[in-house]
């Protein structure tokens, strides 16, 4: 991979993994047309997720440092037998909902490989769909998620159904923020309580996830793309920073539908170029 197509797709992961069009979706798009399928497009992708990763520790930095000084405390009242879950802190609250909304990602991570495979395969239509699905749920989260809660009210129940949308965001095309913001939205939790739930949670996601790939890539395979890949680290942090700006400010001021009506027009294309291709039996390509 070249040092433009690393600073493209760092853009494009940076921009995508925080607005609700799904980041996964679009670099499958991306891979799909240009032609960079296979084991190397999956490294580069785990390293614009740790560049995005960097983004939420900057953006989200005053709540994120609070959460882990909490951590902290909590465990030492675990041990010390001293913690009660009736008394707990918001903070305190929110970090054991988050742990509760990772737990339905082991059910999905049964799937793991039914879900490379949508990603890598060369038929868009899957991700056509999901884009579909990605749209509807936005334009209910507009009309039903009108609540007042805060993410440190959050209760189980809210918590897991959180956390089923993001395992069911897996599929490319589907939004793993537009899912969780939508689900939050849901749950009765208020907009940007939605928004920092959300890419908080995504934490531990994108940070295992990017452990585990990057545990089985090759070290000459890492060593052989290292610029790009400190470029594209550099470039998806830098843009997914600014998205995460612009995505609290669109929620905030109810500027949700865009994506929506974005995601509802790219899955009927999508749609109609995998069509195209399967029916005309040829492979679009750029460049």
């Known amino acids: 991979m070249s040092i433009i197509e690393a600073i493209l797709q760092g853009i494009l992961q940076?921009?995508?993994?925080?607005?609700?069009?799904?980041?996964?979706?679009?670099?499958?798009?991306?891979?799909?047309?240009?032609?960079?399928?296979?084991?190397?497009?999956?490294?580069?992708?785990?390293?614009?997720?740790?560049?995005?990763?960097?983004?939420v520790f900057a953006a989200f930095w005053d709540k994120i440092k609070k959460l882990i000084f909490e951590a902290f405390r909590m465990l030492k009242d675990i041990f010390t037998g001293k913690f009660k879950w009736k008394t707990m802190?918001?903070?305190?609250?929110?970090?054991?909902?988050?742990?509760?909304?990772?737990?339905?990602?082991?059910?999905?991570?049964?799937?793991r490989d039914f879900f490379e495979r949508l990603s890598s395969d060369s038929d868009i239509i899957v991700e056509g769909i999901a884009f579909l699905y990605?749209?509807?749920?936005?334009?209910?989260?507009?009309?039903?998620?009108k609540g007042s809660k805060t993410a440190g009210?959050?209760?189980?129940?809210?918590?897991?159904t959180i956390g089923v949308f993001q395992g069911i965001a897996l599929v490319p095309g589907i939004?793993?923020?537009?899912?969780?913001?939508?689900?939050?939205?849901?749950?009765?939790?208020?907009?940007?309580?939605?928004?920092?739930?959300?890419?908080?949670?995504?934490?531990p996601v994108i940070l295992a996830g990017?452990?585990?790939?990057?545990?089985?890539?090759?070290?000459?395979?890492?060593?052989?793309?290292?610029?790009?890949?400190?470029?594209?680290?550099?470039?998806?942090?830098?843009?997914?920073?600014?998205?995460?700006?612009?995505i609290k400010m669109l929620v905030v001021n109810d500027k949700f539908h865009v994506f929506a009506w974005y995601t509802l027009a790219l899955g009927i294309a999508v749609i109609g170029l995998g069509l195209y291709e399967k029916l005309g039996g040829v492979r679009i390509l750029i460049g």
């Open 134 to 145: 990605t749209s509807a749920l936005l334009f209910m989260s507009m009309k039903y998620g």
């Open 14 to 55: 940076g921009l995508t993994e925080f607005l609700p069009v799904s980041s996964s979706g679009h670099l499958s798009l991306f891979q799909h047309f240009t032609g960079l399928d296979g084991e190397g497009a999956v490294t580069m992708t785990i390293v614009f997720h740790l560049g995005t990763l960097a983004a």
């Open 175 to 203: 939004s793993r923020s537009g899912s969780t913001i939508s689900a939050a939205l849901f749950t009765g939790m208020k907009r940007e309580d939605a928004v920092e739930y959300s890419f908080i949670l995504g934490i």
């Open 153 to 160: 009210e959050t209760t189980v129940p809210a918590a897991l």
């Open 89 to 111: 802190n918001p903070e305190r609250r929110m970090i054991m909902m988050i742990i509760v909304s990772i737990l339905p990602l082991f059910g999905f991570y049964i799937f």
């Open 210 to 246: 990017a452990v585990v790939k990057l545990g089985e890539a090759s070290s000459a395979e890492i060593s052989a793309n290292f610029v790009p890949l400190l470029v594209g680290f550099v470039v998806s942090a830098i843009a997914g920073y600014f998205a995460i700006r612009l």
